[in-house]
Each structure stands twice: as C-alpha cells, then as structure tokens.
C-alpha cells in the first residue's frame, strides 16, 4: 500500500507493507538516525518528532501517520553544522558509545520548544524514556539545559 510522509519538510510517496512499523520504514529510506534497540517501547533510541511531538518509531505503524510530519535528527543540522543540543552534548561528554544520542537529540528538542526555559526537573522527566547506558544522565541533562539558554540569547539577540 501506498503512504506519504513529509519527512524532514521533504515529501516521500512511500510503498509499505500494512504491518511495518516506521522505525523500518524511515531506516530503509535512509534515515539512519533513527536507531533500533529494544524494539519494544521500553529505550527511547527510536524516537522520533510526529508533528512535534515525540514518539517511539517501534512502535508506530507507518500507516496509522499516514500525510503526517515526521522529524529525525537528520533534519535538525544545516550542512555540518550541528544543532546546539548536539553541541552542547559534545561539550558536556554526554555522548559515549551515541546510540541513544538521536533520540535524546529529539525529545530535548520537543521540551524547548515547548518549554524554551525548562528547569532541571523538567529534564529529568521529558527525559526519563530515554534510557543511556553510557553517562548517568547527568551530562545530557546539562546539555539540554545548556543547549536552552544559548537558544534564547539566540532568539533576543
Ligand atoms: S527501539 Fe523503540 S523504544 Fe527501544
Ligand atoms: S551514550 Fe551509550 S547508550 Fe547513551
């Protein structure tokens, strides 16, 4: 069956099987970002933006998103340059082995800009889905915080 999905502002006509999940899809059309571990709704290194928001490609049909908005990191960087979240997970050591980083990338991204001013708890709980087995959390937290206060000395400027 035939679905379109507007994929980082691009849009794909895409042929799928009715029971593929988007994870798949989106990794087959390239969008390798998008990382398969537990495949069972329970890490976080799938997610994705659907309209903004954040969601487990694992666990999503491709065809229930059918003429939606899908964001993956890939998305979020002009050219080489990466986006302050990424940056700033750089400067904060929050990246080890990075395959949780996409998804983290992502959901820290939904939070501020829904909420450009989080506070650490507000981290700490938009985060908690997002499973790390390399940091503690902490220095991806600081990033996020971190990534928040430059985009708003951004935006006054
Ligand atoms: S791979 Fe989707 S939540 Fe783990
Ligand atoms: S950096 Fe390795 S799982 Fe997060």
Do not use: W
């Amino acid at each position: 069956m035939k679905i379109s999905l507007v994929i980082n502002g691009k849009d794909h006509e895409i042929d799928i099987d009715p029971g593929q999940y988007l994870l798949e899809v989106l990794r087959d059309l390239g969008y390798k970002s998008v990382r398969r571990s537990c495949n069972s709704a329970s890490c976080g290194s799938c997610t994705v933006l659907l309209n903004g928001a954040p969601v487990l490609s694992c666990s999503t049909f491709a065809v229930s998103v059918d003429g939606q908005s899908i964001e993956t990191v890939e998305g979020l960087s002009e050219g080489d340059r990466l986006h302050p979240i990424q940056e700033a997970i750089l400067e904060e050591g929050g990246a080890q082995c990075g395959y949780c980083i996409p998804g983290i990338v992502l959901t820290g991204e939904a939070l501020i800009r829904e909420n450009p001013e989080p506070s650490d708890e507000d981290i700490r709980l938009a985060l908690n889905g997002n499973l790390c087995r390399c940091t503690g959390y902490e220095p991806q937290n600081r990033a996020i915080k971190k990534a928040a206060e430059l985009l708003r000395s951004d935006r006054d400027d």
